[in-house]
C-alpha cells in the first residue's frame, strides 16, 4: 500500500496494519463511480448522487472472531463527505471524525472528504472495541478537518431536530427522506447543494428545505418549475394550502430558494419561513 499520508485528490490513506488481534490481509479493491455497482448492488446510487470518486476497501482477520471490512469513500468535497453520512443515521454518536454513527457493529463516520464504513460480519466480544479504534486510527490519518456545508447557516436553529439535518444534491436522496414529486421539480444536480430539517411543530412534521444554485438564472428557473407543479394557485404569494390541509410557504432571493413544508397553519409557515437565513448564504 503506498503509505503517502495527506497529499491530495486520489492519494490512498495510510490504514493500519493491524488493530487488536485483527490483521489487515494483503491487498486492496479500488472502485470509482463506474465500477461502484461491481461492488455494492443499490446503494452504490448513494454515493454517486454525493460526487463519488473511489473507494478502497480493506478487510482484516483474526482467527474465530468475525471479519472487518474497511470501505474509505473518497468524495468530491467536504460537502459530499458530510452529506453521505447524513443520508442514514440510527446509532450513537460515538467521537469519531467529524460526525460519527455506531449501530451493530457498523461504524460510520466523516472528515473533510472522506467518508468511512467499518463492518463486522457480526458482533462479538472485542469487535465494538476493534471497529471504534481502528476508526479513530483512520480518522487521526486525516489531519485536516472541513468546516460544515455552509448552506446549513441558513436553516432556523430554533426547535430543529438535529438528527434530521440532511445535505444532498439529487433528487433521489430528497424523496428518500422526504417525497416532493416523482420527477425532479427543483431543477437539481450534482452542482446544486440542498439542506432539510424537521421541526416538530403541534404534533406536525414541518420540513424547512434551502436550496443553493449555481446561478441566479437557474435558481429562478428552479423556482417556476417548483411553483407551476407545488404551489400552483399559490405562487403569487408564494403560500398554498396543500391537499394534507397544511401549509407550504417558499421565496427565492438571489440563487438561494427556500421552502417551508406542512406547517400546521399558514401563519407558522410564514413565521418559520421569515426566520430562514438567506441573507447569510448568498454569495
Known amino acids: 500500500m503506498r503509505r503517502t499520508g495527506w497529499l491530495g485528490q486520489g492519494v490512498e490513506l495510510p490504514v493500519p496494519p493491524s488493530v487488536d488481534a485483527w490483521q489487515r490481509e494483503e491487498g486492496v479493491q479500488t472502485y470509482d463511480a463506474d465500477t461502484i455497482f461491481d461492488y455494492i448492488d443499490g446503494i452504490g446510487e448513494v454515493y454517486r448522487a454525493y460526487n463519488m470518486r473511489r473507494v478502497w476497501v480493506y478487510r482484516y482477520r483474526r482467527e474465530g472472531y468475525p471479519f472487518l471490512t474497511v470501505d474509505l469513500f473518497e468524495m468530491g468535497t467536504p460537502e459530499d463527505a458530510y452529506g453521505v453520512f447524513t443520508f442514514e443515521r440510527d446509532g450513537e454518536e460515538v467521537g469519531v471524525g467529524q460526525g460519527s454513527d455506531y449501530a451493530a457493529g457498523m461504524l460510520r463516520f466523516w472528515k473533510e472528504r472522506y ?46 431536530h438535529e438528527e434530521s439535518l440532511l445535505f444532498f444534491r439529487h433528487p433521489m436522496i430528497l424523496n428518500r427522506h422526504f417525497f416532493v414529486a416523482e420527477r425532479d ?23 424547512v428545505m434551502v436550496l443553493r444554485y449555481p446561478s441566479e438564472g437557474e435558481a429562478l428557473a428552479a423556482w417556476h418549475t417548483f411553483g407551476r407543479a407545488y404551489l400552483r394557485e399559490g405562487r403569487q404569494e408564494g403560500i398554498v394550502r396543500t391537499e394534507n390541509r397544511r401549509w407550504t410557504a417558499a421565496r427565492r432571493l438571489g440563487r438561494v430558494l ?26
Request: avoid cysteine.
Open 115 to 160: 467518508f468511512v464504513v467499518i463492518t463486522a460480519e457480526q458482533e462479538a466480544e472485542g469487535v465494538r472495541q476493534a471497529v471504534l479504534r481502528l476508526g479513530r486510527a483512520i480518522a487521526r490519518a486525516i489531519p485536516r478537518p472541513a468546516p460544515l456545508p455552509s448552506l446549513l447557516q441558513a436553516l432556523p436553529p430554533a426547535g430543529r
Open 185 to 207: 421539480i427543483l431543477n437539481l444536480s450534482l452542482q446544486v447543494e440542498g439542506v432539510l430539517a424537521v421541526y416538530p411543530m403541534d404534533r406536525a412534521k414541518v420540513r
Open 258 to 283: 427556500a421552502v417551508v413544508f406542512d406547517a400546521p397553519s399558514r401563519q407558522r409557515a410564514e413565521e418559520l419561513l421569515r426566520s430562514v437565513r438567506i441573507q447569510e448564504v448568498r454569495p
